[in-house]
């Protein structure tokens, strides 16, 4: 088969990856075996099998490093300078810029392309395939069986949700992909691939239990709540606010998650899997940890020991002025250091340990990509009430957050609460992955365009500046794959 016709990405092989045995669910190895058909024949196979859907999603929010933070919080007003290579332009949403197909070190090169996804989502269609075929009689019972088989549904979801929020229109495929067979094919439109996830979530819930097996895997494996979370968001994300209120809904009254301490342990979210965490990307054991992740970029001594100097992507001060304009904020106090000078930072991933290898000292952080949490839900219910303009609902949970917080309540007016909430997730989910998607929310609901700086003004947005283009290699790749509307002229 000519390479030409692989569709999506450039190698994309069989779709399992397969796991060696160990001990921890996701500290399992990946193993190239195209011979599928020696596999899928137990449940541990089966197991493994999930493990791979989550390694590969976690590959995929890391690739170049930062991607989960570089899509979600860099082209936001929560920084003023990123001192990285392609860090400014990702920043100023300059995603047009050339990079060469031998240049494929280079973040923006790696950063428009889809393939790491793909991968997840093959390996998730592989799962929800095989999986029911296996016989489940030793050591294993049906509700196992069944929670694998949701598992599987929701990393095939949430991958797409993932990337059509990031580049719209996405090929859409739901069987896994030999080689052998692959064949190309355009994007599908954004509706469908929503209409995708929401069906898949839909056939995810009745398999997934609330609660976890084991507490070892709470919040990085997917259980009905993180299923509904994530439903939750689809149905903000299309503006459809009345089943966003019942999926939220859904996790706050069954899902069993309570809010951490913010004048104690508030720190303890991003290690990981606190009582607050739905679903997160498991980086805090010992063989997970993040050298070159988002703590490397956002800390300096004494936090991060190995730079002396200041943080390499520099916060926006007046951002950070605005947002946490009461100084008796419990987060404002907790999550940050060196607020009042030029170069503050944000402390949330500044969980290190240190390495010596050629005599050199290395950070390695250990802390969590932390996706969904309560806070994060509450806040969602209240965005959907305010949009449903059920104000004096809406205040409630709004209201809940900042009192954890240590805030007094909001004293504003209705017609700026729906504002007032996406503030307040600003200042609740500070470089969590969530600014940049919340502001689209904004522009979409109020037409209040806010991304800061010259990033995108109200005329780019309408015309779609807000998805990422397409690296031109995989254009070249597949000719049925259009450019991103925006950048088609520039590109």
Known sequence: MKSSKIFIIATICIGSLLFASCKKFLDQEPISNPAEVNYWKTASDAESGVAGCYALLRTALNNKTIAYYAYGDLPTDQFSAVGSEDGQDISNLNLSIGVPASADYRPMYGLRRWDNFYRAIDQASSSIRNIPKID????????????????????????????????????????????????????????????????????????????????????????????????????????????????????????????????????????????????????????????????????????????????????????????YSDTTDLRRKNSFAFLGTTDPICIKYANFQYSTQNNIVIPIAYNNIIVFRLADIKLLQA???????????????????????????????????????????????????????????????????????????????????????VDPTLIALNSLITQTPFWASSM
């Open 136 to 323: 489940f009689t030793t050591g294993q019972n049906g509700a196992t069986k069944n929670s694998l088989i949701g598992e599987a549904y929701f990393v095939r979801a949430f991958s797409y949700f993932y990337i059509s929020r990031v580049w719209g229109d996405v090929p859409l495929v739901t069987t896994e992909v030999a080689a052998e067979n692959a064949v190309n094919l355009p994007r599908a439109s954004k509706e469908a691939v929503m209409a995708q996830c929401i069906s898949d979530l839909k056939a995810a819930i009745p398999l997934l239990q609330y609660g976890y097996s084991s507490t070892t895997n709470r919040a990085i494996r997917a259980n009905r709540g993180a299923a509904w979370a994530l439903l939750a968001h689809i149905y903000a994300w299309q503006q459809n606010y009345t089943e966003c209120l019942a999926a939220t809904d859904s996790v706050i009254t069954r899902g069993q998650y309570s809010l951490v301490n913010r004048a104690s342990n508030y720190l303890s979210i991003y290690k990981g899997q606190s009582t607050e965490g739905i679903f997160e990307i498991s980086m805090n054991a010992q063989n997970e940890g993040a050298i070159n992740g988002i703590a490397r970029y956002t800390t300096k001594a004494p936090y991060n020991t190995t730079n002396n100097g200041n943080a390499l992507y520099t916060l926006n001060t007046t951002t950070l002025t605005e947002l």
């Open 383 to 469: 965005e959907a009430l305010a949009a449903l303009n059920r104000f004096a609902e809406a205040k409630a949970p709004l209201n809940e957050i900042r009192n954890a917080a240590g805030l007094l309540a909001y004293d504003g007016t209705d017609d700026n609460l729906f504002k007032a909430i996406i503030d307040e997730r600003g200042r609740e989910l500070f470089l969590e992955g969530h600014r940049y998607y919340d502001l689209v929310r904004l522009a979409k609901v109020k037409q209040i365009y806010a991304f800061g700086g010259t990033r995108m003004s109200e005329s780019q947005f309408l015309r779609g500046k807000y998805y990422w283009p």
